[in-house]
């Protein structure tokens, strides 16, 4: 099956510093990738789209320079949470669509980043 | 009013029980329909997928669709304690637009 991996699992940062996450799809190529958030008891927070070679498209409310985007690769997408907050801790979530795939509509997602900012 | 609508539980069974998840949503142009399984502090992970109205079947697993009526539905038969998670339905109407997720129902298996 698909799996899409995600590193750092868990950060603890300090205030002011930023975070980078990796998003990778291991078994298969992603054109689309998309980043999530998620607190507690609440719904995926969808926060950008990003397509392989070209800039990610960011959800209303979400601040495209603070959360860094790049997706490099048909396999590779990094968020940077730049000068992170203590109101930036959160769940991350990014997930992958398989560009070969039968649906264009299933996500595969990873297993997430737990981010807390001291 | 929100997109997706989905009751958060919690809700608790005994094993071996027979579980009916729902959502209902307000989107006429939404086609596709996913349940995802999300264990706690995990990524969610996709159990079943559906397009346009019917049902689906796959194992212990039941998705059922009715457009007519905007809901859907999960069924698990013979639930086991494996299965306490929370369980996500999402949507969308297809040719690449965003997925809407509900906020997740809250299942726990009581061995």
């Known amino acids: 099956g698909a799996v899409v991996s995600q590193h750092p699992s868990r950060v603890i940062c300090k205030s002011g510093t930023s975070v980078k996450i990796e998003c990778r799809s291991l078994d298969f190529q992603a054109t689309t990738m998309f980043w999530y958030r998620q607190f507690p008891k609440q719904s995926l927070m969808l926060m950008a789209t990003s397509n392989e070679g070209s800039k990610a498209t960011y959800e209303q409310g979400v601040e495209k320079d603070k959360f860094l985007i790049n997706h490099a690769s048909l396999t590779l997408s990094t968020l940077t949470v730049t000068s992170a907050h203590p109101e930036d801790s959160s769940f991350y979530i990014c997930?992958?669509?398989?560009?070969?795939?039968?649906?264009?509509?299933?996500?595969?997602f990873g297993p997430g980043t737990r981010l807390t900012v001291l | 009013q929100k997109e997706v609508e989905q009751d958060p539980g919690p809700l608790s069974v005994p094993e071996g029980a027979i579980v009916s998840l729902n959502c209902t949503y307000s989107?006429?142009?939404?086609?596709?329909f996913m349940w995802y399984r999300q264990y706690s502090r995990k990524g969610p992970e996709l159990l079943m997928y559906t397009y346009s109205s019917g049902n689906k079947e796959d194992g212990r697993f039941t998705a059922q669709v009715d457009k007519s009526s905007k809901y859907i539905s999960l069924f698990i038969r013979d639930s086991q304690p494996s299965d306490s998670a929370t369980y996500l339905c999402?949507?969308?109407?297809?040719?690449?637009?965003?997925?809407?997720f509900g906020i997740g129902t809250k299942l726990q298996v009581i061995p």
């Open positions: 989107n006429s142009a939404f086609q596709y």
């Open positions: 997930s992958a669509r398989d560009r070969t795939g039968a649906s264009t509509d299933t996500q595969y």
């Open positions: 999402a949507m969308s109407s297809g040719g690449y637009q965003k997925v809407t």
